[in-house]
Each structure stands twice: as structure tokens, then as C-alpha cells.
């Protein structure tokens, strides 16, 4: 195998294991693209999160509509007219854009999901234990100077295993479209590290996207 894949595999993993350690943004930013011809901001955005649980798309549209609002731009959750977006097709989504007079709309969906697995690996440490006579001077070499001195400033081993940690990574697109054209004007890949906090979930997620919009001009 390749050694400089291994390298980005492991470095890959050990950004991951050490997000969730640290505790910091569950979700990183894999790649983003922006129309070059594109020189305008957005001010009104139609929010459309394709999630399977209506709850994750009501949580998710409306940290889209709280956090873009910092930005001064106004954000539409599209789940207050398409109460199931399992069933709304592009006709219904197109009158609803237009009824609200947004210039943009922002569509979010999954787009797959694995497994990770981070191997730590066991090691051994050790500690020097003066019992039962605290006191004595200590000698390193040879053989802690004679075999009185090597009772009683013998070496205590700790083991640690091995530890197996495994965790769930979905990965996720954005992509936004401008209303007068229907043309794509930015688009991003994103991993997210699932974890219990659905709500810190999901602002870190929207936090991520908006800071690379931000990044690109956008807003």
C-alpha cells in the first residue's frame, strides 16, 4: 500500500478522534466551489434541509434562519409551507420561492454514511517505588548499584491496552442557487461526526457552511 495514503488515512483519523476529544466543531469542510462569474450577495434565502426525520429538518432549517440573520441576511424556512419535503416537488418549491421573493435558495442533503475506526495503541509506563525504605541514594548502573538498592527502589509497570474507538461520520452537501437564473452558485462537501447533541450537531454544521459562504463573498 501506498505510504502516502497511509499518512493521510492516519492523519485523516487523528484530526477526527482529536475533534471529538477536544470537543470542538463536529463537522469539517471537505471542499467548496463558487461560481467565478458570480460577483452578488445574498439577502433573502429560502432554506431547504432534505432530512428523513421532520424534527432534524425543523432543528436545521431554523439554525440556518437564527445564524444567517447575524449576517444581516433574512432566511426563510422552508418547512412552514412544505410541511413534507419528501413529497414537494420542484414546481411547489419554485411557487413557494417566488411567493416569498427570495433571490437564493439553499438546499442541504446527506449524502452518505461510514463507519471510522481509531486505534490506540497499549503502552507501558513505569514509576520508581522507594518502598519501604525511603532514603537510600539510587544508582542507575549497574543493576541500581547492589541488589539491597535494587529492592528498594524497584520499578513499578502500568499497562495500558490497546483501545478500539469507533464513530459514525455522515457526509453532507450544500448547495445554493440563485433564483433569477437557477443557476448553482456555490456548493460544499462537508463530513459530520455524529454525535448525541442533536442540537450542537446541527449549529456546527450550519456554522461551517455559513463561515465558507462568508469566506466566498456571499453574504
Excluded at 482529536?18 to 471537505?30: E, N, V
Excluded at 449524502?111 to 525504605?133: A, Q
Excluded at 456554522?207 to 463573498?217: E, L, R, Y
Aim: glycine fraction near 6%; charged fraction near 20%; include cysteine.
Amino acid at each position: 500500500m501506498d505510504n502516502g495514503l497511509i499518512s493521510r488515512k492516519l492523519w485523516k483519523n487523528l484530526v477526527l478522534l482529536g475533534m471529538l476529544l477536544a470537543g470542538c466543531s463536529s463537522t469539517t469542510l471537505s471542499g467548496s466551489w463558487k461560481d467565478p462569474d458570480y460577483t452578488g450577495q445574498i439577502k433573502k434565502v429560502y432554506i431547504v434541509g432534505m432530512a428523513k426525520q421532520e424534527t432534524t429538518r425543523r432543528i436545521l432549517e431554523d439554525a440556518f434562519q437564527y445564524q444567517l440573520s447575524a449576517y444581516g441576511v433574512s432566511g426563510l424556512s422552508s418547512y412552514k409551507d412544505l410541511p413534507n419535503i419528501q413529497n414537494a416537488d420542484e414546481t411547489k418549491i419554485a411557487a413557494n420561492i417566488k411567493t416569498n421573493i427570495a433571490d437564493s435558495v439553499l438546499i442541504t442533503h446527506v449524502t452518505g454514511k461510514r463507519t471510522e475506526e481509531v486505534v490506540t495503541p497499549g503502552r507501558f509506563t513505569s514509576y520508581y517505588d522507594p518502598w519501604p525504605y525511603y532514603g537510600h541514594p539510587y544508582y542507575d548502573w549497574p543493576f541500581y548499584n547492589n541488589y539491597g538498592s535494587y529492592y528498594n527502589y524497584r520499578r513499578q509497570m502500568i499497562y495500558e491496552p490497546t483501545i478500539i474507538s469507533q464513530y459514525k461520520v455522515i457526509t453532507a452537501e450544500a448547495n445554493l442557487y440563485d433564483t433569477r437564473s437557477n443557476k448553482l452558485i456555490w456548493s460544499a462537501q462537508l463530513e459530520t461526526v455524529i454525535e448525541n447533541d442533536i442540537q450542537k450537531l446541527v449549529n456546527d454544521f450550519v456554522k461551517t457552511v455559513i463561515k465558507d459562504m462568508n469566506s466566498k463573498g456571499l453574504i
